[in-house]
């Protein structure tokens, strides 16, 4: 698991140039940590005391980024900002928080090239001084500067499965325009000769009896 620190607060909920644990996990009585390299679907419910309130506050207002950090390996010499971006509203006695955090990452080797939280529009959920507030989201993890996803990532075979027929199925049942224009000119083919087959044989019967007739009685006539 990777450690994540946040910055120590005061009681009027400001930062410090502190570092400490990250807020604790109701579900897990533990610091909220991250599992490297691991897709996963996490939730975690903090406590709203009364420094964490006012921080969480501030930072919907956009007055203080809720700017945490993780260790760039496991050495813990040297460490990379992460920035939870939250948004929400204000009430004069509580808030209102989207709490669908996503949590993506972009390692190699072992190593944080870099990352980053973000809240998606889901569901405003209130939280008030001296509650709890639960957040959840995905944890996605891509090689070096792409978006390729992880090979470490825990992914079931059915989800591999549905994945790949998933990919699979529209190159399958949807033709190519070339096979698309093939099969119409075919088809307009078809079309014109069960069209004109029978004026055709029609005309040749004309033929034949105008002047197919009129070179048989010439022949009897010599």
């Known amino acids: 698991m990777v450690p994540v620190e946040c910055p120590v607060l005061t009681e009027n909920g400001t930062t410090t140039s502190m570092w400490g644990p990250a807020p604790t996990c109701i579900e897990s009585a533990e610091e909220f940590a991250i599992p490297f390299a691991l897709d996963a679907n996490y939730q975690c ?3 709203l005391d009364g420094p964490f309130y006012k921080f969480l506050r501030n930072a919907i ?3 203080a980024p809720f700017m945490c950090r993780v260790p760039l ?3 813990k010499t040297y460490y990379m900002p992460l920035t939870i ?3 929400g509203a204000l009430e004069p ?4 928080v989207m709490n669908h955090i ?3 990452f972009h390692v190699v080797d072992g190593f944080f090239l870099g990352g980053s939280a973000y809240a998606l529009r889901d569901h405003y959920v209130l939280g008030a001084e001296g509650g709890a507030l ?3 989201g995905p944890l996605r993890w891509f090689v070096g500067h792409t978006f390729d996803l992880h090979p470490d990532g825990a992914q079931q075979p059915a989800e591999q499965a549905q994945q790949q027929q998933a990919v699979v199925k529209p190159a399958t049942s949807i033709p190519r325009a070339s096979e698309v224009i093939k099969s119409v000119e075919r088809d307009l083919v078809l079309i014109w000769a069960a069209i004109t087959a029978p004026l055709v044989a029609g005309i040749l019967v004309i033929l034949y009896l105008r002047y197919g007739k009129q070179g048989i009685q010439a022949k009897k006539q010599k």
Do not use: R, Y
């Open 102 to 104: 996503n949590f993506v």
């Open 61 to 63: 207002e956009g007055k």
């Open 45 to 47: 419910s903090w406590i």
């Open 134 to 136: 639960t957040t959840h």
């Open 93 to 96: 006695a509580h808030l209102h």
């Open 73 to 75: 390996s496991k050495d």
């Open 85 to 87: 971006s939250l948004w």
